[in-house]
């Protein structure tokens, strides 16, 4: 991973030289979470939201018995782990969605960890306002250049020196 000028202290900017740093990317901020907390992954198809959720995962310990896969039919799937997980996908959701209808406004309050991928699909006055959001750019084969922003939160704990190769997946 190489970490690239933040433009203050809610932004960090990496990249990820391959899909084992990117899902690690997400094992290092899962090991710091602590409390609920909402993940907004934005991009586009193959561009490292699935690999960073999986990663996000473990980092949470959920279990290695559990495969964590993009819940794109099912809309959200729940893992346990030392906070409960939610990974929701709205890929095949009109856009914009309605987080009430569909009861993600309900896991918005949640004590858990969130990952919405495809989150441009909801409305921005729809997004909570404590979270964290990730936008995934594919400016290479295997390389991805992912822009990591804090929102509402005290980034210091989150985006101060992310290092993910102190934890390995």
């Known amino acids: 991973m190489t970490p690239a000028s933040q433009t203050d202290g809610n932004v960090r900017k990496v990249e990820t030289q391959a899909r084992d740093e990117t899902v690690a990317l997400g094992h290092t901020l899962g090991r710091r979470l602590n409390h609920g907390l909402v993940i907004l992954l934005f991009g586009d198809l193959g561009s490292g939201k699935t690999a960073f959720a999986q990663g996000l995962a473990r980092g949470l310990e959920v279990p290695a018995s559990f495969v964590v896969t993009s819940p794109t039919y099912t809309l959200v799937n729940e893992y346990p782990g030392r906070l409960p997980f939610y990974h929701v996908d709205l890929y095949r959701l009109p856009e914009p969605a309605d987080p009430d209808e569909i009861g993600l406004l309900d896991l918005f309050g949640e004590d858990g960890i969130v990952a919405v991928e495809w989150a441009q699909r909801l409305h921005p006055a729809d997004r909570p306002t404590c979270r964290l959001e990730l936008f995934f750019t594919v400016t290479g ?22 290092d993910i190769c102190s934890f390995p997946p």
């Open 141 to 162: 084969d295997t390389v991805r250049s992912i822009r990591i922003i804090a929102y509402g939160l005290d980034p210091s704990d989150l985006l101060k020196d992310i």
